[in-house]
């Protein structure tokens, strides 16, 4: 079993920014795809960014492309987003995931049903 811990969200001004941690337990963590997605009051959970498990490929979402970095630490079983220039359109619920089955190591995943594992979330609220 993998229990995803989320970290470094909160409130913060437009333009300003923040960075996200996920913790995750396991010994495989380094074999796992990530990836983050949010949801926002009154819609429903949608892609943000994801990363494969060997970090050399990433993919976002367009509304966050040029202001959001994800990245990971294999070392640290952690993986992060580093998202810049908020908007209060960024308010929302962000939620890492990982993926449990075999991926190949260029592998990312942009869909919640190919991941297995999930975090509780944490609010990131972006004030005008």
């Known amino acids: 079993q993998v229990q995803l811990v989320e970290s470094g969200g909160g409130l913060v001004q437009a333009g300003g920014s923040l960075r996200l941690s996920c913790a995750a337990s396991?010994?495989?963590?380094?074999?796992?795809?990530m990836g983050w997605f949010r949801q926002a009051p009154g819609k429903e959970r949608e892609f943000v960014a994801a990363?494969?498990?060997?970090?050399?490929?990433?993919s976002y979402a367009d509304s966050v492309k040029g202001r959001f970095t994800v990245s990971r630490d294999n070392a640290k079983s952690t993986v992060y987003l580093q998202m810049n220039s908020l908007s209060p359109e960024d308010t929302a619920v962000y939620y890492c995931?990982?993926?449990?089955?075999?991926?190949?190591?260029?592998?990312?995943?942009?869909?919640?049903?190919?991941?297995?594992?999930w975090g509780q979330g944490t609010q990131v609220t972006v004030s005008s």
């Open positions: 396991g010994r495989t963590f380094s074999r796992y795809a």
């Open positions: 995931a990982a993926r449990g089955r075999t991926s190949p190591s260029r592998g990312y995943y942009v869909t919640e049903d190919l991941y297995d594992y």
């Open positions: 990363i494969s498990w060997s970090g050399v490929t990433t």
